[in-house]
């Protein structure tokens, strides 16, 4: 890769803009989380205190209800209800609220008394009550709480057994409990302070912490664009080791590569698929390194026996890259560069071909590219062939060495790539080609750190 990356610095705006936005992220989902957690925690604690109290209050006027209830004639006769009726009519509000709604069973299963303020929908209560009176052995002894909504107002339903003195259960009575409007003003005062409060101290603590987050992101791209960049520089003098032995690769690498990249942006190809495209494209014959120089220098047509020899660079360049994980991305067009769209080309020796859309994208790609710069390239054994040439050579393989969808993109773009660099050997390929490693490789300061 061109050397001229090492002088690339993070710009401190970028920094900034990736810490504000993850920051803002971070804490979108921590307010958010706190925020609700908290308002209903403290919600749940205001109204179980106002739930209390009902219950309390309620135990008071019971109590009274409980000692006619020992008298099944109070029942019958009608004194438990007009009891209840006096009860009501008292219209007795609390401070914490007021009595709406009530029912009494004796353990006869029959109602011993009843009451509904005129302003509720008395199907609505009496059907509810009656049902939470319900005689059940299994819940007989036990208090309940329940919040509910009748007519766009929230009350709170109270279940519990009468019991005498001794302790006796004599029924069921259940009670509907409006809670006051100053109080549930209050809890809901409380609880937005409580979490204003909880949000707040949230939002100081990140704010506290921002420049040291600010510092720690700027060394940590720092680190991260250095490994990068030592990884692009090993990759270049893998590719200039190659040159070194083979000299049709230098330039080659550096032409086939960008012809690749534009390929894979006019089909919008991920930035992550990119990468992975250049890593191997340009190191797509890493693998010459372990051919025989009687084979790989050979000026005339290899023998079947020295070409199975050559294939075997396939599964050299997997060997030399497989044990570097940032190299790991550039094995489908290392391996399968020499595959062909009908199944007749060649990966590892022993392994089967590939056919069509089987083969990696980034590998059918290359291919285009491979054989585009091959034939418009001076070679030992050949002139360049001019464009038309090259292209009406390369349509005689459309569906048996190439993908026809992708090579239909590629005759788009092919004739500006002809023009500008087909068998340049010069500094323009380099400069090209490391404009696009800062693009995909060093630009993106969020990628480089993920």
Do not use: C
């Not at 109590?63 to 009891?83: P, T």
């Not at 009530?102 to 008394?113: E, L, M, S, T």
């Not at 420049?211 to 893998?238: D, F, G």
């Amino acid at each position: 890769m061109p050397n001229a990356i090492n002088q690339h610095s993070l710009n401190k705006s970028s920094i900034y803009k990736l810490v504000n936005k993850r920051l803002s992220l971070v804490l979108f989902f921590v307010v958010i989380s706190i925020g609700v957690t908290s308002y209903y925690l403290e919600q749940h604690r205001l109204l179980k205190n106002i739930q209390t109290i009902a219950i309390k209050r309620a135990n008071q006027y019971v109590m009274q209800f409980g000692k006619l209830l020992n008298n099944q004639q109070a029942v019958d006769d009608g004194s438990v209800q007009k009891s209840i009726e006096k009860f009501a009519e008292s219209n007795i509000v609390f401070s914490e609220g007021t009595f709406v709604a009530a029912f009494i069973r004796d353990n006869r299963d029959k109602i011993a008394g009843s009451f509904i303020r005129d302003q509720y929908t008395a199907d609505t209560v009496t059907q509810i009550l009656k049902q939470a009176t319900q005689i059940d052995p299994i819940e007989a002894v036990i208090t309940t709480v329940e919040v509910i909504e009748i007519d766009s107002k929230q009350l709170i339903l109270l279940r519990f057994p009468v019991q005498d003195s001794s302790h006796n259960t004599l029924g069921q009575a259940a009670v509907l409990f409006l809670p006051a409007t100053e109080r549930i003003q209050l809890i809901q005062t409380n609880v937005w302070q409580t979490t204003v409060s909880a949000i707040a101290i949230v939002l100081m603590t990140a704010l506290g912490l921002y420049p040291v987050i600010i510092r720690l992101t700027h060394q940590l791209s720092e680190l991260s664009t250095s490994l990068l960049i030592a990884n692009l520089q090993t990759a270049k003098a893998l590719g200039n080791a190659i040159a070194k032995r083979d000299s049709d690769t230098d330039a080659h690498n550096y032409r086939v590569t960008i012809y690749s990249v534009r390929l894979a942006e006019e089909i919008g190809l991920p930035t992550k698929k990119m990468q992975g495209l250049i890593k191997g494209a340009f190191l797509h014959d890493v693998g010459k390194i372990g051919t025989p120089d009687n084979i790989l220098l050979k000026p005339g047509k290899l023998t079947e026996s020295e070409f199975t020899e050559m294939k075997n660079h396939v599964g050299h360049g997997v060997d030399i890259i497989k044990n570097s994980s940032w190299l790991q991305d550039a094995e489908d067009v290392v391996l399968h560069h020499h595959e062909k769209y009908n199944g007749n080309g060649y990966a590892v020796n022993g392994d089967k071909a590939l056919t069509g859309k089987n083969i990696p994208l980034t590998a059918r790609i290359f291919a285009i590219a491979d054989v585009f710069d091959a034939l418009t390239s001076r070679r030992p054994y050949k002139e360049p062939f001019d464009f038309d040439t090259t292209m009406a050579e390369m349509e005689k393989n459309i569906g048996t060495h190439f993908d026809p969808e992708l090579f239909a993109t590629f005759k788009t773009i092919a004739k500006p790539l002809y023009d500008k660099l087909a068998n340049r050997e010069d500094e323009l390929p380099k400069d090209i080609l490391k404009e696009i490693v800062q693009l995909y490789f060093l630009q993106d300061l969020e990628q480089l750190l993920s």
